[in-house]
């Protein structure tokens, strides 16, 4: 069974930077893509960032365009999502979630492409 363990949000001021984590473990995590969805309160889940298995192609939802960055370390079982210069709009409980598919390309920014789900980290951005 493949678990994802978010980390790494918090309450921030407009501005400020924040780095999300998200470690694996159940399966080979090197040979899946991961990605981003966050969810605010009355709002449908969001597509944030995706990353390749092999950690050399990387997509953006619109928001996250120029102020997000998505890596990974697969020695390390983990994927990251370093977010800049955040507004109070990036306020949302933001989760990691493992491709149900072995080596996809190319990524995909659907939620049901996603098998795997982790239990979210919220995220608090004040004006």
């Known amino acids: 069974q493949v678990q994802l363990v978010e980390s790494g949000g918090g309450l921030v001021q407009a501005g400020d930077s924040l780095r999300l984590s998200c470690a694996a473990s159940g399966r080979t995590f090197s040979n899946y893509a991961m990605g981003w969805f966050r969810q605010a309160p009355g709002k449908e889940r969001e597509f944030v960032a995706a990353?390749?298995?092999?950690?050399?192609?990387?997509y953006y939802g619109d928001s996250a365009k120029g102020r997000f960055v998505i890596s990974r370390d697969n020695a390390n079982d983990t994927v990251y999502l370093q977010m800049n210069s955040l507004k109070p709009e990036d306020t949302a409980v933001y989760s990691c979630?493992?491709?149900?598919?072995?080596?996809?390309?190319?990524?995909?920014?659907?939620?049901?492409?996603?098998?795997?789900w982790g239990q979210g980290t919220q995220v608090t951005v004040s004006s």
């Open positions: 990353i390749s298995w092999g950690g050399g192609r990387a």
């Open positions: 979630a493992a491709d149900r598919s072995f080596r996809r390309a190319p990524l995909t920014t659907r939620a049901r492409e996603y098998n795997y």
